[in-house]
């Protein structure tokens, strides 16, 4: 397919690169930045815009990788191309396209993307939606080429596993940053905690979260617990967080045993 990049930033990148090795056709990237489209569209072989009136007409769809805000400004301008566009968001309904032109779908990849880090975009996560059942079929076809993984996935779905990834993904990480500093407080390397993290993600791609969930709080180790509360006086915002999570993890383990 002919296919035009709207935005430059992380999705767009590992995306737009994923689409041309798979022998598609990078027609343009169009960024308000002209460098940034420039970067872009260097290394997929592409013309670089920073204007709107400047897009091709010559391409078969339109993959918008902007920021959740502006998809439907972006949208409004293209609708007079009458061109297929698909948008890249897990929390922005079709409905956001639907507003300006019937020709629309979603092609989310479920995955953290950071310019600085390759992946195997084979192993992404690939949700589609269309307007219709040929718009669907062939934003499914389309994202086949590049990933193992595609699910055919609505508007409200989209936005629980939107969700649910920002629980698994971006508050864990944050997590991440709160032992790091506790650490760093009582200088002490977090390089110390990387085999922990590695054990525990490596568990979850065989098992539920609940079956290997570990820790004093489903042991019931109240005398534990209250250490940790008192060693976070001085924080009463991670005290809170501490002991929110904690019961939680009562609640939905039912107490199970664990060994950490």
């Known amino acids: 397919m002919r296919i035009t990049i709207i935005g430059s930033g992380n999705v767009a990148t590992h995306l737009s690169a994923a689409l041309k090795n798979a022998g598609h056709k990078i027609v343009q990237v169009y960024s308000r930045n002209i460098n940034k489209a420039n ?21 078969d769809i339109f993959i918008i990788a902007v920021n959740d805000d502006a998809v439907g400004e972006i949208a409004r301008q293209l609708a007079g191309f009458d061109i297929l566009m698909a948008h890249t968001s897990g ?3 079709i409905s956001t396209l639907q507003a300006f032109t019937d020709n629309a779908g979603v092609f989310y990849p479920l995955q953290t ?4 880090k390759e992946l195997d975009f084979r192993q992404v996560p690939l949700c589609v939606e269309g307007a219709d059942e040929l718009i669907t079929k062939t934003l499914e076809e389309l994202a086949r080429t590049v990933s193992n993984n595609v699910y055919q996935v609505n508007s409200e779905q989209r936005k629980i596993l939107h969700l649910s990834a920002v629980f698994a993904c971006n508050f864990t990480n944050h997590l991440y940053g709160v032992a790091q500093q506790l650490l760093a407080e009582h200088n002490m390397d977090f390089n110390m905690l990387r085999p922990l993290i590695a054990e525990t993600a490596d ?11 570990t820790g004093p ?3 019931k180790d109240e005398q534990t617990m ?4 008192q060693m976070l006086d001085n924080s009463p915002q991670l005290q809170e967080l501490y ?6 993890i009562i609640k939905n383990t039912n107490g199970r045993n664990g060994d950490k």
Do not use: C, M, W
């Open 91 to 93: 929390s922005v309904g």
């Open 39 to 59: 970067l872009l569209a260097y290394h997929v072989a592409a013309e670089p815009i920073d204007d709107i009136v400047l897009i091709d007409a010559n391409t």
């Open 113 to 116: 993307f950071s310019t600085t």
């Open 217 to 219: 709080a489903v042991r």
């Open 203 to 213: 568990k979850v791609k065989q098992h539920l979260p609940a079956e290997v969930q």
């Open 243 to 248: 002991r929110l999570l904690s019961q939680d």
């Open 226 to 229: 209250q250490k940790h509360l």
